[in-house]
């Protein structure tokens, strides 16, 4: 069966941490790999990884996918208060649209 | 550019009463989802709509229907609510592997 694991379940850091967020996926015929972040709504489009070894970056976030070792990571350097939040990581079959979440790693920063 | 509107945003009903969650997007998206999210088990797919006039089944579709009425619009149905059915539901679109998500309707079922 298809699934998709994240880990930690939940992380507290303060503020100016670096955290790495883990998501291994068991899935055959691998398409891509996204991950999103959720607040208190609906969860928002962070990155797509569909090659190995490519890192996405965005400001602060960076992403990586291990397709050989099938997990990918998320990094936030120099945290904030505003990245507390849910991250949720989705892999996509191919050849369909049934998209597989995992139960997200919800991320705690204080002051 | 509203993106992607779910209305009601939050609902009570008794078991055994139906409704319908309205979802409808301005993209011009093909492909449109209805998931649901409990505490502890991420986002579920309930139902998704590859085009206009298809729909499929996803991991959770018992006790739940859908009609893609158009290319903007994606409603689901309960027929006869449970407790069970107690959730929050996300209505999502993509023309390519990224999805757009709806705010979430909030549903109660005593």
């Known amino acids: 069966e298809d699934k998709v694991v994240q880990s930690p379940l939940s992380l507290v850091v303060h503020e100016g941490d670096t955290v790495t967020l883990n998501c291994s996926y068991e899935v055959t015929n691998f398409r891509s790999l996204l991950w999103y972040k959720q607040e208190k709504k609906a969860p928002t489009f962070l990155f797509m990884l569909t090659s190995s070894g490519i890192e996405k970056k965005s400001g602060r976030l960076s992403s990586i996918l291990d397709k050989k070792e099938l997990f990918s990571i998320l990094n936030i350097t120099a945290t904030q208060t505003g990245d507390s939040a849910v991250y949720l990581c989705a892999v996509v079959p191919s050849g369909t649209y049934k998209y597989i979440f995992g139960t997200g790693t919800r991320l705690k920063v204080l002051a | 550019n509203a993106g992607v509107t779910q209305t009601p945003k939050f609902q009570v009903l008794k078991t055994g009463q139906s409704m319908t969650l309205q979802c409808a997007q301005d993209?011009?998206?093909?492909?449109m989802y209805w998931y649901r999210q409990d505490p502890g088990m991420g986002l579920r797919l309930i139902y998704y709509s590859a085009s206009e006039g298809t729909t499929d089944k996803g991991e959770v579709p018992n006790g739940y229907n859908v009609s893609r009425l158009n290319k903007r619009e994606f409603s689901l149905r309960l027929e006869s609510a449970a407790p069970s059915q107690t959730s929050v539901y996300f209505c999502?679109?993509?023309?390519?592997?990224?999805?757009?998500f709806g705010p979430g309707t909030r549903l109660l079922v005593l």
């Open positions: 999502a679109s993509s023309v390519t592997e990224t999805q757009y």
């Open positions: 993209m011009n998206h093909n492909s």
